[in-house]
């Protein structure tokens, strides 16, 4: 005798999620997320969603990535932008200059000459990560690349060879986040 199976979505209260007053003070993984030069705001808030799913340290907003408070980047984000620590920088050059006396890996997530399947990069748990990811449509900037240590990109294999900035942050930013958690 097959036994009937009726699954039921949980409600919020059954998800236990954090008050950003808890998610705040909780520990993040050590990754910032530099957005550089993404121009849609809908990308934006999908990113800020995302860093909070994931335990996100920080999001580094530069060049022309439109800021929050934006109804358009809320659309997306639904509150994440209250959850998620970021600031603003407008020269993503100095920024990553900072990063790297603070002793982060500078990860630019882009298809290059030398990049490494996304899969084949190891994480290691007791570094600290800062992952770039540049405008819909020209990627990183050119004159950024050789200031980032290591790039790594995400297999294809359709026509189109690239991926929405968003969906891109999601895949590498759970595969940080699984690594690092040890899921």
């Not at 950024?144 to 297999?155: N, S």
Request: glycine share 4%; proline share 3%; hydrophobic share 40%.
């Amino acid at each position: 005798m097959e036994i009937e199976r009726k699954p039921e979505k949980l409600k919020l209260e059954a998800l236990n999620r954090k008050t950003i007053k808890v998610f705040k003070e909780s520990d993040k993984i050590p990754v910032v997320v530099l957005l550089n030069n993404v121009r849609s705001m809908h990308n934006v808030g999908s990113v800020f969603r995302t860093s909070d799913a994931f335990s996100i340290d920080k999001i580094y907003l530069c060049g022309i990535t439109p800021q929050p408070p934006h109804r358009e980047i809320q659309k997306t984000a639904l509150g994440a932008t209250e959850s998620v620590d970021w600031e603003h920088k407008k020269s993503i050059e100095e920024l990553i200059s900072v990063l790297k006396k603070e002793g982060y890996i500078i990860v630019g997530v882009e298809q290059v000459s030398d990049s490494v399947y996304l899969q084949e990069y190891k994480v290691e748990t007791r570094k600290k990560y800062a992952l770039i990811l540049g405008n819909e449509v020209e990627g990183i900037s050119e004159n950024i690349l050789e200031l980032i240590d290591l790039f790594i990109e995400i297999p294809q294999s359709g026509t189109k060879h690239s991926l929405n900035v968003s969906v891109c942050a999601g895949i590498v930013l759970w595969e940080w986040y699984r690594a690092l958690i040890k899921i």
